[in-house]
C-alpha cells in the first residue's frame, strides 16, 4: 500500500516537473520579452538620474541655500562647473542640457554653452563666480535655481504630475499648470469616453450580426462570417484613409446626400468625432463579432422558444434568457475592443478633428519627436492603471453575471 | 578532436573575413521614403554604387531620433546613415548619437546655405513650407500673401493647416505684417508667441489640420480645402506628374527647413558612411537627387548643374531665396516642447 502511494507520488512529481518545464520557456519569454521592457520604460516615469547624478557635485554645495538668499555662493557655482566639465567629458552634456531646458524653457545653450566652455578650462581660475555669470549670465536667473533644486533627487514626481496637468508651486505645493498648458487630463477623459462610445456602438451593432450569423443556414453562415471576417484582412491604414475619400465634400456620400435632396449643400463629415467614430468602429467590429459568435454557437435556440411559447413578449424573453446567456461574449469582446480603442491614435490623427486626439498620440510624440522618454512614461502610467482598472471592471462584472446564473 | 576545432576556428574566421567585407561594400542609408528614396537612389546613390562598387541599401522611417537612441543605447546600430530634420540632429548630436563631421568630410562650410551644415550633419535636402492653392477653385486673382490666405472675406473658402506649431507660428506672423526675417525676433519678444496665437483664433473655424502632406493635397484636390501650406515638392509633383492646376505663391514669403545626413554613432560601417558623405559633398553628386525631385542641398554651386527650368522650382533657387527665411533650429530645439503642448491644448478648446 505504502509501496504503491509512493510510486504515484512520483509519478505525480515527475509529471508535474515536467508540466514546470513545458511551461517555464513561456514564463521566461514573457518576462524578458515583455514584463521586463515595459517595467524598465515605466520606470522613467520617475527615473531623475541623468540630472542627480551629473549634477551631483552642486547639489551637494548647494546644502540649505536657497536663491532667496542671493545670488548662488561661490561653491556652489565652481561645483558646477566642475559637473557641467565632467558631463561633456562623458557625452552626458546633451542629455543633461535636455533635462534642464525640460524644467525651464530656454536654457538648453545655456547649459550646452557652459558646459563647453568649463571643459577648456575657462573657468579654471577660482574664484570663477564673477567669470561665470559674466559669460553666461543666464545663471543668475533664480528661477532656473528654483527649478534645479527640485530636480536634485535620484526620483521624481515631475513627470507624474505633468501628465496630470500638475505641477509644484513656487512654495513646494502642488497646483495646475497654466490653463493654455493643460492639455493631458482632457485628453485623457476623451481617450476613455472615445473608447466606451466605441464598445457600446460595437456591442450593439454586433449582437443582431453575430445572432444572424449563428441563426442563418450553414452556407449563409460561413459567408456572412467571411464578410466579417474579410476586413481583418486589410490594412489598418487603408481601411482609416479609405473613409478619408468616402466622407470627403465632394465624397460620394455628400454627393448623395446633396442629389437626393436631403441636405442643400455638402456636410462636413470628415476630419469629425462622427468619422472617426465611423473609422474605429468599422476597424473593431469583427473582434466584436467574433467573440460574440462563439458564445452564441453554444446557447440552444430551444431556450428563447421555451420562453416564448410560456407566454413571455419576445423583448422579455430576449432580456432574461437570451441576454445573460450571450452575456460572457459580450463582455469579453467589449474587453477586447476597449482595450484596443484605448490605443488607438494613427486614426484620431487621420481622420479625427482638432479636438479628437487620443493620448497615444502625445505618448507618441514625445517618444519620438522630443525623446522626453519621462513624459511618454508617466502617461503610459495612466494608461497602463486605466487599463487595470478597466479589467477589474470587467472581472467583476463577469463574476457578478456568473452568480446570477448560477442563482438563477 | 585538435584538427576539428582547427577547422572550426577557420571557418570561423572566414565567416567574420566575409561578414566584415560585406559590412564594409554596404551602406544602410535610411530616408523619408516614397519619391523622396526613389530620387536619391537614381540621382545620387546608384551613381557611387557604379563609380566605388559599395552598394547602399535604402530604408525608410519618419525621423523619429528615438530609433536612432534606441539603437545606439542598445549598442547594436544596423542603421549607418540617417536623414533628421536639423533640430532632431542638434538633439541627437549634443546627446552623441551622431558622429561629427570636419571639414576634410563636408568641404568648406562657407560654401553652404545659411543653416545647411551642422556640427554633425550636412542637407539631404532642403525643403520649404510654401503657400499653394487650386486655380480650379480660385480662378481670376489668386492670393498674394499670407496675409490673404488669413483673409476668408476676400478668399471664402477652407484653409489646410499642418496641425502642430512649428511652421504654423511663423505663417501667422507673416500674416500679421512680420517679414520673414525678422519672425524669430518677434516670437522672442515677451508676448510675441500671443501674438502668432492671437492671429490663428482669427482663422481656426475655418481650418482643416494635416497631419500627412498626402491628406493635405488629397483635401486640395478633392476641394475640402481651397489653398494649403506644403512642402513645396509635393505641390510641384503634382503639378507636374498629374497637370493639376496649382499654383505656388513663392513671394507670399516662406520658410525653409533642412533634413540632414548624420552618421550614427557606433555604426559598423563609420568609415564607408563617411567616405560616403565626402562624395556626397561635391556638389554635382548631390545635384543628382534636386534635378528629380525639388528639393534643394547644401552646396551652393550645385544648382549649376540644374537645369535652368527645372531650377525655378526649388527654394534654393535665386529667384525664391530671396522671400524666404531659415527655420531657426535654435528656437524650436528650446520651444518645441512647450510650443506644441501649448499649441494641442489651443487646437482642442
Redesign the interface.
Known amino acids: 500500500m505504502s509501496s504503491g502511494g509512493t510510486r504515484t507520488g512520483h509519478r505525480a512529481r515527475r509529471q508535474n516537473l515536467l508540466m514546470a518545464a513545458m511551461v517555464v520557456p513561456l514564463v521566461l519569454f514573457i518576462v524578458f520579452i515583455f514584463l521586463w521592457p515595459v517595467a524598465r520604460f515605466l520606470w522613467l516615469a520617475v527615473d531623475n538620474s541623468d540630472m542627480s547624478a551629473n549634477l551631483s557635485r552642486t547639489f551637494a554645495a548647494i546644502g540649505d541655500w536657497r536663491p532667496a538668499d542671493g545670488p548662488p555662493p561661490e561653491p556652489v557655482l565652481a561645483a558646477l562647473v566642475e559637473d557641467l566639465a565632467e558631463a561633456r567629458a562623458n557625452?552626458r552634456?546633451?542629455?543633461l542640457?535636455?533635462l534642464v531646458?525640460?524644467r525651464l524653457?530656454?536654457?538648453?545653450?545655456l547649459v550646452?554653452k557652459t558646459a563647453k566652455a568649463a571643459s577648456e578650462g575657462k573657468f579654471d581660475m577660482r574664484p570663477v563666480g564673477e567669470a561665470l555669470l559674466a559669460a553666461h549670465s543666464g545663471w543668475n536667473n533664480p528661477a532656473l535655481w528654483t527649478e534645479l533644486i527640485r530636480a536634485s533627487g535620484a526620483v521624481t514626481d515631475y513627470y507624474l504630475l505633468g501628465s496630470l496637468d500638475l505641477q509644484r508651486s513656487a512654495n513646494g505645493g502642488i497646483e495646475r499648470v497654466p490653463?493654455?498648458?493643460?492639455?493631458f487630463l482632457?485628453?485623457l477623459l476623451?481617450t476613455v469616453w472615445i473608447s466606451i462610445v466605441v464598445t457600446v456602438i460595437c456591442a450593439v451593432l454586433a449582437i443582431p450580426l453575430a445572432q444572424a450569423i449563428v441563426s442563418a443556414p450553414p452556407s449563409w453562415s460561413r459567408l456572412l462570417f467571411a464578410l466579417v471576417l474579410f476586413p481583418l484582412w486589410t490594412s489598418l491604414l487603408v481601411r482609416t484613409?479609405i473613409w478619408?475619400?468616402v466622407l470627403?465634400?465632394?465624397?460620394p456620400v455628400n454627393a448623395a446626400l446633396v442629389f437626393t435632396g436631403l441636405v442643400p449643400e455638402p456636410l462636413t463629415l470628415?476630419?469629425t468625432r462622427f468619422s472617426l467614430y465611423i473609422a474605429m468602429v468599422q476597424v473593431l467590429l469583427p473582434l466584436m463579432v467574433l467573440s460574440l459568435v462563439s458564445v452564441m454557437r453554444r446557447v440552444p435556440t430551444s431556450y428563447m422558444k421555451a420562453a416564448l411559447s410560456l407566454g413571455a413578449p419576445w423583448i422579455t424573453a430576449w432580456r432574461r434568457v437570451q441576454l445573460p446567456l450571450i452575456m460572457p461574449g459580450i463582455l469579453a469582446g467589449a474587453a477586447i475592443v476597449f482595450v484596443f480603442a484605448l490605443g488607438y491614435y494613427i486614426t484620431p490623427?487621420?481622420v479625427g478633428?482638432?479636438?479628437d486626439?487620443m493620448i497615444s498620440s502625445?505618448i507618441a510624440?514625445?517618444?519620438?519627436?522630443?525623446?522626453?522618454?519621462g513624459l511618454a512614461a508617466a502617461l503610459s502610467v495612466q494608461l497602463l492603471l486605466i487599463l487595470l482598472l478597466a479589467a477589474l471592471l470587467f472581472w467583476t462584472a463577469r463574476a457578478l453575471t456568473r452568480r446570477r446564473g448560477a442563482l438563477a | 578532436m585538435l584538427k576539428i576545432w582547427q577547422s572550426v576556428s577557420v571557418a570561423a574566421l572566414l565567416a567574420a573575413a566575409v561578414s566584415t567585407a560585406q559590412a564594409a561594400d554596404t551602406i544602410t542609408v535610411v530616408g523619408w521614403g516614397g519619391n523622396w528614396d526613389k530620387a536619391y537612389k537614381e540621382g545620387v546613390w546608384d551613381k557611387y554604387t557604379e563609380q566605388t562598387g559599395t552598394k547602399i541599401v535604402q530604408e525608410e522611417w519618419g525621423g523619429e531620433l528615438a530609433k536612432v537612441r534606441a539603437q545606439v543605447q542598445s549598442g547594436s546600430v544596423t542603421w549607418d546613415v540617417v536623414s533628421p530634420e536639423a533640430p532632431s540632429v542638434e538633439i541627437g548630436c549634443a546627446e552623441g548619437l551622431f558622429v561629427p563631421l570636419t571639414p576634410e568630410i563636408t568641404g568648406d562650410p562657407a560654401k553652404y546655405h545659411p543653416g545647411t551644415i551642422m556640427e554633425c550633419g550636412v542637407a539631404s535636402d532642403t525643403w520649404a513650407t510654401i503657400l499653394a492653392y487650386n486655380a480650379d477653385a480660385i480662378p481670376g486673382e489668386g492670393p498674394k500673401s499670407w496675409a490673404d490666405y488669413f483673409d476668408v472675406e476676400k478668399f471664402p473658402g477652407k484653409r489646410g493647416m499642418l496641425s502642430q506649431a512649428q511652421y504654423t507660428l511663423e505663417n501667422a506672423m507673416m500674416a500679421d505684417g512680420v517679414a520673414p526675417a525678422d519672425v524669430y525676433t518677434e516670437l522672442r519678444k515677451p508676448g510675441g508667441v500671443d501674438r502668432a496665437f492671437a492671429k490663428l483664433d482669427t482663422i481656426k473655424p475655418h481650418v482643416v489640420w494635416w497631419s500627412s502632406s498626402t491628406q493635405a493635397m488629397q483635401n486640395l484636390a478633392s476641394g475640402e480645402v481651397v489653398m494649403t501650406d506644403q512642402y513645396n515638392a509635393r505641390v510641384t509633383n503634382d503639378i507636374v506628374n498629374e497637370k493639376k492646376n496649382y499654383k505656388i505663391v513663392w513671394d507670399a514669403g516662406f520658410f525653409y527647413g533642412t533634413d540632414m545626413w548624420a552618421v550614427v554613432k557606433g555604426s559598423p560601417n563609420e568609415k564607408a558612411a563617411l567616405e560616403l558623405l565626402k562624395w556626397f559633398s561635391i556638389p554635382e553628386n548631390q545635384a543628382g537627387f534636386s534635378k528629380l525631385y525639388a528639393y534643394g542641398t547644401g552646396r551652393v554651386e550645385a544648382a549649376e548643374y540644374v537645369p535652368a527650368e527645372w531650377l525655378k522650382n526649388l527654394p534654393t533657387s535665386p529667384d525664391h531665396a530671396k522671400y524666404g527665411a531659415t527655420y531657426d533650429t535654435q528656437f524650436w530645439v528650446e520651444n518645441k516642447e512647450a510650443l506644441e503642448a501649448r499649441f494641442k491644448a489651443w487646437l482642442a478648446q
Open positions: 557625452g552634456d546633451g542629455i542640457a535636455q531646458n525640460q524653457v530656454g536654457t538648453r545653450y550646452i490653463a493654455d498648458q493643460a492639455v482632457d485628453a476623451r484613409v478619408i475619400i470627403q465634400k465632394n465624397g470628415i476630419y490623427t487621420l478633428g482638432p479636438g486626439q502625445y510624440f514625445y517618444t519620438n519627436t522630443t525623446l522626453n522618454w
